[in-house]
Nanobody
Framework: QVQLVESGGGLVQAGGSLTLSCAAS????????MGWYRQAPGKQRELVAD???????NYADSVKGRFTISRDNAKNTVHLQMNSLKPEDTGVYYC?????????WGKGTLVTVSS
């Protein structure tokens, strides 16, 4: 079984920064893509950013220029540096990892941005 565990969420004022981390454990060979999704209250879960094993990054338009995703393939970790946070960034942030045959989700970490 593969487990993803997120950390780094919390309460921050608008304009502040947070860094989220996700660590994978279990029977892992390699992940093709690792990324972050978020779900705001009353809204659908949406992609925030993801990163392929080869280094290609993909960002939601709403976070471009403010968030940076990085990963360590050897350690099976992925991070999300979030700067210039806005109240609309509030939500539960989930880590997701894809292999060729399956995808895995973490349980999420709450980010709250106060105005």
């Amino acid at each position: 079984q593969v487990q993803l565990v997120e950390s780094g969420g919390g309460l921050v004022q608008a304009g502040g920064s947070l860094t989220l981390s996700c660590a994978a454990s279990g029977r892992i060979f390699s992940f093709n893509t690792m990324g972050w999704y978020r779900q705001a209250p009353g809204k659908q879960r949406e992609l925030v950013a993801d990163m392929a094993s080869g280094g290609t990054r993909n960002y939601a338009d709403s976070v471009k220029g403010r968030f940076t995703i990085s990963r360590d393939n050897a350690k099976n970790t992925v991070h999300l540096q979030m700067n210039s946070l806005k109240p609309e960034d509030t939500g539960v942030y989930y880590c997701k990892a894809f292999t060729l045959v399956a995808d895995y989700w973490g349980k999420g970490t709450l980010v709250t941005v106060s105005s």
